[in-house]
């Protein structure tokens, strides 16, 4: 399985994005997908998951209610709207994948990195 995301920029605060995360290959493998992020200086964090299928979705408490992701089943890609976005949320955000062993993401994209001007 592959990862392509995309869809990063500098924003102000209070603005949006919506990042995508084109999945291909083996993508009949994926049991869930997720959005995790790094600030400079930080270590990596977990922001939102949800089952392929689309369902379930979690967030972390800091993106509770701005966040949300979403699945587009014809074109395997997933997305992350993300709203009233703070300085905080400055970071490269990175897709990943798992199948339904375990918990471990075992595919990860590139990265896209967001910037969210005060």
């Known amino acids: 399985v592959q990862l392509q995301a995309s869809g990063g920029g500098l924003v102000q605060a209070g603005g949006s994005l919506r990042l995508s995360c084109a999945a291909s290959g083996r993508t009949y493998g994926i049991y869930a997908v997720a959005w995790f992020r790094q600030a400079p200086g930080k270590e990596r964090e977990f922001v939102v998951s949800?089952?392929?299928?689309?369902?379930?979705?979690y967030y972390a408490d800091s993106v509770k209610g701005r966040f949300t992701i979403s699945r587009d089943n014809a074109e395997n890609t997933a997305y992350l709207q993300m709203n009233s976005l703070k300085p905080e949320d400055t970071a490269v955000y990175y897709c990943?994948?798992?199948?339904?062993?375990?918990?471990?993401?075992?595919?990860w994209g590139q990265g896209t990195l967001v910037t969210v001007s005060s």
């Open positions: 990943a994948a798992r199948n339904n062993v375990g918990r471990t993401y075992h595919w």
């Open positions: 949800m089952s392929w299928s689309g369902r379930n979705p």
